[in-house]
């Protein structure tokens, strides 16, 4: 029995796709393609796992499914429903959201439903802004159908980022004002 179906030296699109994502899980790991043979007790050997990253060889489901198990990650990212490759710019560690801006939009309704369910949460209104986390920007992203770099662009464009910013969550000292908007990461 085979664990994998041949496919041509350019392989198809999805082979590729996750192929591509295999091997950034693996190098996430800090794994050589050696050390996941070795890892495996020889399930995969390492020619496999590169033909595999490579888009060379179609894996099978249950194949890609143990594979997902070996690595310690959730079938959705093999997968390509969540994309582990978007770029550092793209993955702002937190948002600052205008929050009278939202109030303007009608399209931005999900983002202001979200916020307020926040600020709820936290207690902390003030009102005019409200700093979200990395974990939200991706949620938020998520219910728009983009990418955190692509909800961060709408919501420049929809007057509503107070600013974005890389620096740990609380870093302006209380009472400053919001900084002023920045151009999205692209």
Known sequence: MSEATSAPQDGSPFSREVGVRLRAVRRQRRLSLDEVERLSGGRWSASAIGAYERGFRNLSLPRLQEL???????????LGEVDIRESSADRPERIVLDLVALERVDEAVLVSRYAHTIVLERGDWNGRVLSVRRDDVRALARMHDATEGELVTKLGEWGALAATSSAPVGAAAEGEPAPPAVASPR
């Open 68 to 78: 997902a198990g070996f690595y310690n990650v959730p079938m959705s990212v093999l």
